[in-house]
């Protein structure tokens, strides 16, 4: 199994702050690398694929950068709607494996 | 709009067999691939299994001894079997749709299972 490991699991920003957070896979996934936001007691919502490409509808404050074994999601101006939690999956092969997770708290 | 509606029961007892059903609306059946994924209490997001029309199903290395992911088409939902549950399988279960190249784009509400005597 590949496996992704996120740093840091939680940091405490505020509202117009840059956040950085980072991604690590075990071997190579090239590209193959999504991002998500996760809501208590809501669904995932894909924000990021194939590491860089913006899904429709999200808000351009979000971005992905890397390939490889490193990979990083930014968000360029924390909004309230933001604190969640965001996980990173790699879909290069499977068993699917989710990061930890990153907590955005303020 | 793609919607994915879930249901099943939400207590188990050990031993039990897990069962939940996700039904699929605004979209074609065929050509995807359609998951489970589950979250632990406190934990992260665990990848369980998919299957595709046409296809094989697929599931994790962990669980394939147990999980049975199957798909009927004339109803355009798809099912998760989990037989011989414990504790450790409580969770909240989400079905979603994996696009086949990339992601899991759509996702059910989600379904918390507590396994307990």
């Known amino acids: 199994d590949i496996q992704m490991t996120q740093s840091p699991s939680s940091l405490s920003a505020s509202v117009g702050d840059r956040v950085t957070i980072a991604c690590r896979a075990s071997?190579?996934?090239?590209?193959?690398l999504n991002w998500y936001q996760h809501k208590p007691g809501k669904a995932p919502k894909l924000l990021i694929y194939?590491?860089?490409r913006l899904q429709s509808g999200v808000p351009s404050r979000f971005s992905g950068s890397g390939s490889g074994t490193d990979f990083t999601l930014a968000i360029s101006s924390l909004q309230p709607e933001d604190f969640a939690t965001y996980y990173c999956?790699?879909?290069?092969?499977?068993?699917?494996?989710f990061g930890g997770g990153t907590r955005v708290e303020i | 709009q793609v919607q994915l509606q879930q249901w099943g029961p939400g207590l188990l007892k050990p031993s039990e067999t897990l069962s939940l059903t996700c039904a699929v609306y605004?979209?074609?059946?065929?050509?995807?691939?359609w998951t489970w994924i589950r979250q632990p209490p406190g934990k992260g997001l665990e990848w369980i299994g998919e299957?595709?029309?046409?296809?094989?199903?697929t599931y994790h290395p962990s669980l394939q001894s147990r999980v049975t992911i199957s798909l009927d088409t004339s109803k355009n939902q798809f099912s998760l079997i989990l037989t011989s549950v414990t504790a450790a399988d409580t969770a909240v279960y989400y079905c979603?749709?994996?696009?086949?190249?990339?992601?899991?784009?759509?996702w059910g509400q989600g379904t918390l299972v507590t396994v307990s005597s």
């Open positions: 979603a749709r994996y696009d086949g190249a990339n992601y899991f784009d759509y």
């Open positions: 605004g979209e074609m059946f065929s050509g995807y691939y």
């Open positions: 299957n595709i029309q046409g296809g094989s199903a």
């Open positions: 071997r190579s996934i090239s590209t193959y």
């Open positions: 194939s590491a860089t």
């Open positions: 999956q790699q879909s290069h092969s499977t068993p699917f494996t």
